[in-house]
């Protein structure tokens, strides 16, 4: 695998876990330090040290990016300790599924507060970085990748808000790339099915046996598929710009 990322700084968001931690793997793998930062700081820390034994470079950043102040200090701390940014994974978010009737609303909060709030926090703060990476860096070209799910493009009973969350990523991703894509920021959207991830745990035990039974014998992808993905997005030309890409596992019909 060419080093096709090398002397560019890379920072992914919810990076502690799942598709996060699959992504900083890859991007290290492809020659880019790479930022860590999620609230599991002992687990940013134990991913660190893969990182660098295998010959890259990594920073744990433990924030919690729903909280502006932390997201803004976190891209500044990414700035300030590997030198400069050229790539965004914000990749951080939650599903909690369920009905709407009787539904605990500190769940939808949640959902608001990451899968939306976050990301924006750490895109406006990140944004100036990217333009300067753009016009300035090895690559010429800056990317800001934006994980939502098949959920941002088909709503389903049971899932009302996750889909509010995930189709106002794609709106956003949509919008900011007409920005600022004429300044080579290219701003890309991933929307992966299912995958083998610690999403479904955090669902209530009665929502959770139910999201299981849904995919019945579904063979799920994996982190490292998604990782792939963000891998391919961000190591194109400066000419090419992906702005959508729709992953399922093969067997899933919705």
Do not use: C
């Amino acid at each position: 695998m060419a080093p096709t990322l090398t002397a560019t700084v890379a920072l992914v968001t919810g990076a502690s876990s799942g598709i996060g931690a699959a992504t900083a793997v890859e991007l290290a793998r492809r020659g880019a330090s790479v930022a860590l930062v999620a609230r599991r700081g002992d687990r940013l820390t134990e991913l660190a040290a893969t990182i660098e034994s295998e010959g890259g470079r990594a920073l744990a950043v433990s924030a919690d990016i729903t909280d502006q102040r932390q997201a803004i200090d976190a891209v500044e701390r990414t700035v300030a300790e590997l030198g400069r940014l050229d790539t965004v994974v914000n990749n951080a978010g939650v599903m909690l599924l369920g009905p709407v009737l009787g539904a605990p609303t500190e769940e939808w909060d949640r959902m608001i507060s990451i899968n939306l709030q976050g990301l924006l926090y750490v895109s406006h703060a990140a944004l100036p970085h990217l333009v300067i990476a753009a016009g300035s860096g090895p690559r010429q070209v800056a990317d800001l990748v934006n994980i939502s799910s098949v959920a941002g493009r088909r709503a389903a009973t049971g899932s009302g808000v996750y889909n509010l969350t995930k189709f106002g990523v794609g709106a956003f991703t949509e919008s900011l790339r007409q920005e600022v894509t004429e300044r080579h920021v290219r701003v890309s959207v991933v929307e992966p099915g299912a995958v083998v991830t610690e999403l479904v745990d955090h669902l209530r035990p009665e929502i959770r046996e139910g999201a299981r039974r849904a995919l019945g014998s579904v063979e799920n992808l994996l982190a490292e598929d998604i990782a792939d993905a963000v891998a391919y997005i961000v190591t194109r030309p400066r000419r090419v710009a992906v702005n959508e890409l729709l992953i399922r596992p093969t067997e899933q019909t919705r």
